[in-house]
Structures are given as structure tokens and as C-alpha cells.
């Protein structure tokens, strides 16, 4: 066998474990799937009336009756940033209860941790989404999309994802406790809030508003709300693959740099 194909064979077995501890353990997994969940009944059913209607008379395009189709894209992009807690716990645990120590004196690849976890971790998060959406389909969402443009919103999500995980794979490697890594990924889940997740960013103050049409997750949200609703993307979707594509690769460098490190130590 090649190096890659021991490499590939010691990822499997990585993955597989990830994914027995995830299925043996799922309260991890479940607080992370119900709190977009949460989000989005808390922001249909409590405040959809006011903010659509709000929104309807700023833009004409959106009615109270519908708000749940400007707020479900941003919601679900919201279950992608979710799941990069379960990543940041899962690798800090295996960091601080010396299991990687034990792996490191086997004859499996250096690579396959990590590449078992942020694997493991995509998968998750995917299944993840896509209840979001069965959720958000239940209570009214109706997005237009084609097939083309479904496929489209799932790699786009898939992407964003996977640029996520490695992200908090290396907040995982870095943090001191479980209970550290668990905190700090916390901003990324409430930064579509300060962007255009639950109201367009024109209606936001001066500041805040270059703030919102500048961060990562505006346009991502617009990119992904164009592709399921048909609205205006622009130059949201070249943004948005240039946001995902640099997260992705500062997160796997920033990962592989603290890990060789601490093999090292």
C-alpha cells in the first residue's frame, strides 16, 4: 500500500470513531441541532409579524406572511456555524485526556486525527442543515429553487461548513479545557445576527451597517438566499466562495501548525 492509501485507511478509522462517539453521545449534538431550531420558531412565531412587516414597508418584498422565507436562509446558514462547537469540544477532549499521545506512538498516520474529526464533524453538521430545512419546510418556508440552484446551496453550505470545522478544530487544539473550547467558538455563531440573516443590512445604523456588508456571513446569507428564493445575488457568490475558500485554508493551516507543534514538544 502507498502512504496515501495508509492515510486514507487511518482517516476511515478516525472518522468511524468520531462517529460512534457522536452516536453514543448525541446531548452534544442535539443542543447544537436545537438551537438554530429554536431560532427559527422564536423568530417566525414571536417576532415575524413586526419584522415582516417592517421589512415589507422598507423594500415591498416581503410581508409579515412571509418572513419566514427571507429568515429561513439565514437560519440555516446558522446550523453550518453551530456545528463548530461540537468540533472544538470534540478535538480538545481527545487533547487534554491524552488519547492523542496514545496515537502518536501507533504506526497510523499524523494526519488522520484531525482529518477523522473534521470529516466526522462535516458529516454532522450536514445532517444537521438539512433537518433545519425539513424544519423550516414544515412551517412555511417555500423557496423556488431548481435543482441546479438546490445542488448549488448545498455545496455552498458544504463549503462553509467545511471551512468552519477547520476553523474549530484549531480553536480545539488550542484551547486549555473543554469547557474553553466550547466558549470560544460562540462569536461565530451569533455573527450572521450582526449581518443579514434576520433583517437587510440597510436598515441597520451607518456603522453597523459597513460592518454587516463587510463581515464573512452577509454574503453567504444573500448568495444562499438568492439561490433558494431567486433573489438578487450580484457579486455576493464570488464573496462568499473567496470567504469560504481563505477560512478554509487560515483553519487547516492554523490546525496542522498547532498540531505538528505540540507533536513536536
Given at each position: 500500500?502507498?502512504?496515501?492509501?495508509?492515510?486514507?485507511?487511518?482517516?476511515?478509522?478516525?472518522?468511524?470513531?468520531?462517529?460512534?462517539?457522536?452516536?453514543?453521545?448525541?446531548?452534544?449534538?442535539?443542543?447544537?441541532?436545537?438551537?438554530?431550531?429554536?431560532?427559527?420558531?422564536?423568530?417566525?412565531?414571536?417576532?415575524?409579524?413586526?419584522?415582516?412587516?417592517?421589512?415589507?414597508?422598507?423594500?415591498?418584498?416581503?410581508?409579515?406572511?412571509?418572513?419566514?422565507?427571507?429568515?429561513?436562509?439565514?437560519?440555516?446558514?446558522?446550523?453550518?456555524?453551530?456545528?463548530?462547537?461540537?468540533?472544538?469540544?470534540?478535538?480538545?477532549?481527545?487533547?487534554?485526556?491524552?488519547?492523542?499521545?496514545?496515537?502518536?506512538?501507533?504506526?497510523?498516520?499524523?494526519?488522520?486525527f484531525l482529518t477523522?474529526?473534521?470529516?466526522?464533524?462535516?458529516?454532522?453538521?450536514?445532517?444537521?442543515?438539512?433537518?433545519?430545512?425539513?424544519?423550516?419546510?414544515?412551517?412555511?418556508?417555500?423557496?423556488?429553487?431548481?435543482?441546479?440552484?438546490?445542488?448549488?446551496?448545498?455545496?455552498?453550505?458544504?463549503?462553509?461548513?467545511?471551512?468552519?470545522?477547520?476553523?474549530?478544530a484549531a480553536i480545539?487544539?488550542?484551547?486549555?479545557?473543554?469547557?474553553?473550547?466550547?466558549?470560544?467558538?460562540?462569536?461565530?455563531?451569533?455573527?450572521?445576527?450582526?449581518?443579514?440573516?434576520?433583517?437587510?443590512?440597510?436598515?441597520?445604523?451607518?456603522?453597523?451597517?459597513?460592518?454587516?456588508?463587510?463581515?464573512?456571513?452577509?454574503?453567504?446569507?444573500?448568495?444562499?438566499?438568492?439561490?433558494?428564493?431567486?433573489?438578487?445575488?450580484?457579486?455576493?457568490?464570488?464573496?462568499?466562495?473567496?470567504?469560504?475558500?481563505?477560512?478554509?485554508?487560515?483553519?487547516?493551516?492554523?490546525?496542522?501548525?498547532?498540531?505538528?507543534?505540540?507533536?513536536?514538544?
Amino acid at each position: 500500500m502507498t502512504t496515501l492509501s495508509y492515510a486514507a485507511r487511518d482517516s476511515a478509522t478516525m472518522l468511524r470513531r468520531n462517529l460512534k462517539h457522536a452516536l453514543r453521545y448525541p446531548s452534544m449534538t442535539f443542543s447544537v441541532v436545537a438551537m438554530p431550531v429554536m431560532m427559527l420558531l422564536l423568530f417566525n412565531y414571536a417576532f415575524g409579524g413586526a419584522l415582516g412587516a417592517g421589512i415589507g414597508g422598507m423594500s415591498g418584498g416581503v410581508d409579515s406572511a412571509r418572513y419566514i422565507d427571507y429568515v429561513a436562509p439565514g437560519i440555516i446558514l446558522m446550523a453550518a456555524t453551530s456545528g463548530a462547537l461540537v468540533t472544538a469540544v470534540g478535538v480538545c477532549v481527545d487533547m487534554t485526556e491524552g488519547i492523542v499521545n496514545r496515537f502518536r506512538t501507533m504506526a497510523i498516520s499524523r494526519a488522520s486525527f484531525l482529518t477523522g474529526h473534521v470529516i466526522g464533524s462535516v458529516l454532522q453538521t450536514l445532517v444537521s442543515i438539512a433537518f433545519v430545512i425539513g424544519i423550516a419546510l414544515l412551517i412555511g418556508f417555500r423557496p423556488d429553487a431548481t435543482p441546479v440552484e438546490w445542488i448549488a446551496a448545498s455545496g455552498l453550505l458544504a463549503l462553509l461548513t467545511l471551512a468552519l470545522t477547520w476553523l474549530s478544530a484549531a480553536i480545539g487544539l488550542v484551547a486549555k479545557t473543554p469547557e474553553s473550547a466550547s466558549n470560544i467558538p460562540l462569536p461565530l455563531q451569533f455573527l450572521p445576527f450582526m449581518g443579514s440573516a434576520i433583517v437587510p443590512t440597510d436598515s441597520m445604523p451607518t456603522g453597523l451597517r459597513w460592518f454587516a456588508e463587510y463581515q464573512p456571513f452577509t454574503p453567504i446569507i444573500e448568495t444562499l438566499r438568492g439561490l433558494l428564493m431567486g433573489t438578487a445575488i450580484g457579486d455576493s457568490a464570488l464573496v462568499a466562495l473567496a470567504w469560504c475558500v481563505g477560512l478554509t485554508l487560515v483553519g487547516y493551516l492554523w490546525a496542522r501548525a498547532v498540531f505538528n507543534r505540540d507533536a513536536t514538544r
